[in-house]
């Protein structure tokens, strides 16, 4: 048995491929297989992971047509054999001892789960521009063990599936997989929320080893036509956590507040013709919630807090607020009746009873 397979879910991303792949076969850690999902690639990439397998014998190389990120992660997940499981991404790449390190305190510490800090970078001019990105921006949760399942605040955590490693019989023993809507993103939003909720032992670490590529235009999470993709994702999250009553229960109020963080970062990528549609089906989503009780605006700054409770109660207000393009001086030249009646058109009843 190798200690760890590394999954690489590929689709047209010839421009950083041999990056990427150099790195993951310089791994210090040599007892490893190197796992190639291309997901129906139109460009050159299959050729290029075709060539790097004739050199090394530890590339698996699994190609099929095009069926989502999802689907070709859930390949690899299946066809993993080694002690623990990776993820890189394509476009990305990692320092030559992320895994190894991240093995022995695995191994050491027998983990489910460990997460380590990364790098978001760019190039400029021909020169790498790096930020180290923390896994815990309060700094109060590094090497330790701790158990994911019973602390919900671990959410807080930056949101990602691929600076870590993760033990495969805990992702066996619990079936983690990735949801598999065509065509959709965001979908290691849902395997983020299941390392969560079902690991026991888990460690993040403040080292940095994996470098995100923030400066690929193809970056599906900036395609402004899926507009409902994270909303699908989250819905499917919800029905996993609510398999179990507890675990519901548990998670519910983090799980809002991921929501919200997604739900923001969807809508600033919005194009605009579709912000004030999605706009208010965010309302209507948190609107629910709260009539539900599922909401604690404890957990929320306090920005947020008075950012949610404005779009909760007026979401037509906080799209007209911040997106009509209409200059304070113009604004100024519009008779106060004629003011009242764009707002009531675009508020309603809602505008003349808190006017009132």
Known sequence: MQKISILIPIY?????????????????????????????????SLDIIKEYAERDSRIVVI?????????????????????????VEPDDYVSDNMFPDLYDIAKKNDLDLVKADFYKFKTNN??????????????THYNVVFDPSHTPEAVYF???????????????????????????SFQDNGFFFQTFIYGQRAMIVDTPYYLKRIDNPNSSVYNRDKVYTMSIEMDWVMDILKRDPEIWERFKYMYWWRKFQNYMFRYNVLDKSFKQEFM?????????????????FNVFEPSQRATLEEMIT??????????????WKIKKLIPK?????????LWGKEYGNKKS
């Not at 992702?171 to 065509?183: A, D, L, M, S």
């Not at 009746?337 to 058109?345: A, N, P």
């Open 63 to 87: 190609t099929g047509p095009n069926g989502g990120y999802g689907k070709a992660m859930n390949k690899g997940l299946d066809a993993a054999t080694s002690e623990y499981i990776g993820i």
């Open 280 to 296: 208010n089906r965010f309302c209507m989503e948190f609107k629910w919630a709260k009539l539900r009780g599922e909401l604690d």
């Open 158 to 184: 930056t949101l990602n599936t691929w600076t870590g490693i993760y033990k495969r019989d805990f992702i066996e023993k619990y079936h983690i997989r990735h949801n598999e809507t065509p065509g959709a």
């Open 314 to 327: 007026l979401a037509d207000k906080y799209y007209f607020r911040h997106n009509l393009s209409v200059s």
């Open 337 to 345: 009746t004629i003011k009242d009646f764009l707002k009531k058109l």
């Open 126 to 139: 021909g020169t790498k521009e790096k930020t180290v990105m923390p896994l815990d921006k309060t700094g």
């Open 12 to 44: 047209n991303v010839e421009q950083y491929l041999r990056e990427c792949l150099d790195s993951v076969v310089n791994q210090k850690l040599k007892e490893i297989e190197i796992i190639c999902i291309n997901d129906g690639s139109t460009d050159s």
